[in-house]
């Protein structure tokens, strides 16, 4: 009988950035794939079967997320860096990218009981968990998955995925209830610039270095940081180097927070709407609630140049979702009242700009902002949570958490899941599909 071994072997390099370690576990996290079993956390991608011609798409909303992001089916990246690559005997698959390790994985048929025990070996003892939309608007003011550039207040708390530039500003102004595990500031990458004030006791976690700024910690909170501190610091405890010093410190960045609000995204432009009604120098959305209590508008961007007012009559809807087509602009259209106050309003609308590649507010704008491909600017204040590629904000972030519910959303326990579970259950389903395939032999 032919020989069949399983090896893995994996490389660890120093890298110059801090946050090495944080990637490396997102990267062990993700990057399980078992014969066109992708990890439900991990990045959307194809791969394909050269010995049958076979081509293994993602899901269909996967699908819609490339397609909407102009990237090719096949094209699959959590960091421009070194590549993983997956050999399955005769599958091949795509390579992926992540900073600080290489894993080649040579996998057959009677080995399959030794995959379990390297999977688990490969996870981590207690990763951080995804979560869902809802879970991360309620729990963040303002989210961004590449740099944010701001001389504006966020009175709630932020998650910025790369690096934070501070032209002056405060953040936990007006804090809410915890809804998750993390800190008020949760910045994967560098802080620099001017002076960033956290308030009432605010915690902050700092995946690089904080250099070049003042950092305050108000009410005598705690600064983790993952590089060095070269700035002045006062209040509070400041804690260096944790990246190296603390096994721990990759939990405190949550994990697919882009292809989380991507798919939410999508799948929410995918809801049959019904248009606004322009009447006179106002677009009117007078919603129709179904029974769940829900609203879906469809309109396109540029219907906003067209008035100068927007007013909502709710009637009783608990979630509205507007979903706008076109690639961005500036918006100026003000709002007037209808049968809901302002701040009611804003907890309950979900703007879904699900084209647009950049977008400005001129005005204020009422309600959850979900621009997961734009770089947006404002001048006033967004009520409301803002969910974006990057920003430059000259105007604050007014804490309006979201309170409706998203159609489909499930809101799990809001709890870290060791990340060894994940992996288990890939090995497990792939020595399953093993046995299949040898019985049929």
């Not at 303002?142 to 740099?147: A, M, N, Q, S, V």
Request: hydrophobic fraction near 40%; proline fraction near 5%; include cysteine.
């Amino acid at each position: 009988m032919r020989m069949t071994t399983i090896h893995a072997q994996a490389e660890r390099k120093r890298q110059d950035r801090s946050v090495c370690r944080a990637e490396k576990r997102l990267c062990r996290a993700r990057m399980l794939r078992v014969r066109g079993l992708i990890h439900p956390t991990s990045a959307v991608c194809a791969t394909t079967d050269t010995a049958r011609g076979e081509k293994r798409l993602p899901s269909e909303q996967n699908q819609a997320i490339l397609k909407s992001s102009g990237r090719p089916l096949g094209e699959c990246r959590l960091n421009p860096s070194r590549p993983i690559a997956f050999s399955f005997g005769k599958e091949n698959v795509p390579p992926h990218h992540c900073s600080g390790i290489r894993l080649m994985f040579h996998f057959t048929a009677r080995t399959g009981a030794a995959f379990i025990a390297g999977a688990v070996a490969l996870a981590s003892p207690a990763g951080a968990a995804t979560y869902t939309s809802e879970q991360l608007l309620r729990h963040f003011n303002l989210i961004t998955f590449g740099d944010a550039r701001t001389n504006q207040d966020v009175e709630g708390r932020l998650y910025v995925g790369g690096d934070l530039i501070s032209g002056g500003m405060q953040v936990n102004i007006a804090p809410t209830p915890s809804v998750l595990p993390f800190d008020d500031a949760v910045i994967v990458g560098n802080v620099t610039g001017a002076q960033v004030n956290a308030n009432n006791k605010a915690d902050i976690t700092v995946g690089g270095n904080v250099a070049n700024t003042t950092l305050e910690l108000n009410g005598g909170g705690t600064a983790r940081i993952g590089g060095t501190l070269s700035a002045n610091a006062n209040q509070g405890v400041k804690l260096t180097q944790q990246a190296t010093l603390d096994p721990d410190f990759a939990d405190r960045f949550p994990l697919g927070v882009e292809a989380e609000f991507k798919a939410t995204s999508a799948s929410l432009a995918s809801l049959a709407g019904v248009g606004a009604t322009a009447i006179g120098n106002q677009l009117v959305f007078a919603a129709t609630p179904n029974s769940d209590g829900l609203t879906v508008y469809d309109i396109d961007f540029s219907v906003f140049s067209s008035v100068g007012e927007l007013k909502f009559d709710l009637s009783g809807a608990n979630s509205v979702i507007v979903n706008v087509s076109g690639l961005g602009g500036t918006f100026s259209d003000n709002f007037v009242g209808g049968d809901t106050p302002f701040a009611e309003l804003a907890s309950k609308v979900v703007w879904n700009f699900h084209e647009a590649t950049a977008l400005h507010f001129d005005t204020a704008i009422w309600g959850t902002v979900l621009a997961p491909f734009a770089h947006v600017t404002n001048a006033t204040p967004i009520e409301g949570t803002l969910v974006a590629n990057t920003v430059d904000l000259k105007g604050e972030m007014h804490v309006r958490p979201w309170q409706g519910v998203l159609p489909n959303g499930e809101t799990p326990a809001a709890v870290p899941v060791p990340a060894a579970l994940p992996l288990l259950g890939a090995g497990l389903g792939a020595l399953a599909f093993l046995r299949r395939r040898r019985a049929r032999a």
